[in-house]
């Protein structure tokens, strides 16, 4: 994880599942590039998810109480935000399609 200044009473905490462990290993094998620009957006999504940059928005459907967070404009990570325990739990990272 990379180092950032935060405070850590009002840092969100990122909980990896084991599936979503396997899902972003798999993404950054086949995109090697992305690893730091990934880096950043959990770093960033740690601090402040709300930040522009990351342009967080809540998704419907099938997919509603999910959210989604842009790595650059082609990949994103979806995850759930859970504001109250101030916990992120990443689902899935992927272009468009494979995480929508």
Do not use: C, W
Not at 20 to 34: E, G, N, Q, S, V
Not at 44 to 68: A, T
């Amino acid at each position: 994880m990379p180092r950032h200044r935060a405070d850590p009473a009002r840092a969100y905490t990122i909980i990896f599942t084991e599936r979503y462990t396997r899902i972003a290993a798999r993404f950054l094998k086949h995109h090697p590039d992305m690893a730091r620009a990934y880096e950043k957006t959990l770093a960033l999504l740690q601090v402040n998810p709300q930040h522009p940059s990351l342009r967080m928005h809540q998704l419907g459907g099938r997919l509603q109480g999910v959210h989604s967070v842009s790595i650059n404009l082609s990949y994103r990570i979806t995850l759930h935000l859970l504001v109250t325990e101030r916990e992120i739990v990443p689902l899935n990272v992927g272009d468009h399609d494979a995480v929508y």
